[in-house]
Nanobody
């Protein structure tokens, strides 16, 4: 059974940093893309960043380019999202997700999801 478990959320001031973690288990993710999405109150869930488990290719939403960095640790089976220069508009529940579709950015293309972790950025 695939499990994605996020951690690392919290409250931070604008301009600060947080690192989210997503521990993946239950299968081999060698042919998968792991991604981060976020959902703010009253808004649709949106793509944030993705990483190819093999090769480590990464891609980002324009809104976070230059501020967020996605990475993975193959030994720990964990994906990270380093978030710097946080803004109040980054406030959302952040979700980890997995798909076999390369360069996926659409929510419906991701098969597995974590439970989410809250990130709140105060102004």
């Amino acid at each position: 059974q695939v499990q994605l478990v996020e951690s690392g959320g919290g409250l931070v001031q604008a301009g600060g940093s947080l690192r989210l973690s997503c521990a993946a288990s239950g299968r081999t993710f060698s042919n998968y893309v792991l991604g981060w999405f976020r959902q703010a109150p009253g808004k649709k869930r949106e793509f944030v960043a993705g990483i190819y488990w093999n090769g480590g290719n990464v891609y980002y939403a324009d809104s976070v380019k230059g501020r967020f960095t996605i990475s993975r640790d193959n030994v720990k089976n964990t994906v990270y999202l380093q978030m710097n220069s946080l803004k109040p508009e980054d406030t959302a529940v952040y979700y980890c997700a997995a798909t076999q579709q390369l360069h996926a950015i659409v929510e419906a293309d991701f098969r597995y999801w974590g439970q989410g972790t809250q990130v709140t950025v105060s102004s």
